[in-house]
């Protein structure tokens, strides 16, 4: 606790850390941020009192320079080819436990920090648990730590935290056909996130496209 304490305000430091809005005082519930830097999952969990468990790519939970963090933070890794079974039963164990669940529902890492297409996959089990889903924008990450960058520049981030979705607002899309309600509801989360960072949602910006 002392140590996770002391690196979090090492963090607020040196990114002069700037929170608006907060997520509920007690979990269960679910963290769904965007991502634009590997610096994400650290200022996020830097900036929430509750401890909290990630969901990442097994890659990303193996990496060289973080994946001690990722690691002994006990997030769960995420294999790109599929035979989570255990990860999903890690996901909801967490949840039933009324911790705090953190999801990057894009499934990847934003190179140019704009909004990417939600990951279904990444959002089901949410909609299984039945608990409330809090949208988070992660604003300045990607100009302090963007991918390929070799050291962290001492820029704001601002992350703000939107109003949480309720289960029974994701239930109620689809019509009734679970396939469509998991797509309705993935871009509804996308929408929420991307509202806070000032973007659109990429799943808008195509569907418009499209018309046009």
Known sequence: QAFRWSFGSCLRVWFRLRVEGAPPARGPFVLAANHTSFVDPLVLGAVT???????????????RALGWFYRWNRAIPIRARGGNRDAMRAARSVLQQGRVLGIFPEGGLSRDGLPMLGNPGAVSLVLQENVPIVPV????????????????????????????????????????????????????????IAALTGHEAREDVLARAARA
């Open 137 to 192: 924008g992660i604003v300045g990450a990607h100009d302090a730590f963007a991918p390929g960058a070799r050291w962290p520049q001492p820029r704001r981030i601002t992350i703000r935290f939107g109003a949480p979705i309720a289960p029974a607002e994701l239930d109620a899309l689809g019509g009734g056909d679970r396939r469509q309600r998991l797509r309705e509801a993935t871009t509804t989360i996308m929408r929420r």
């Open 49 to 63: 009192r509750s401890r909290v468990v990630y969901m990442m790519t097994e890659v990303v939970w193996r990496s």
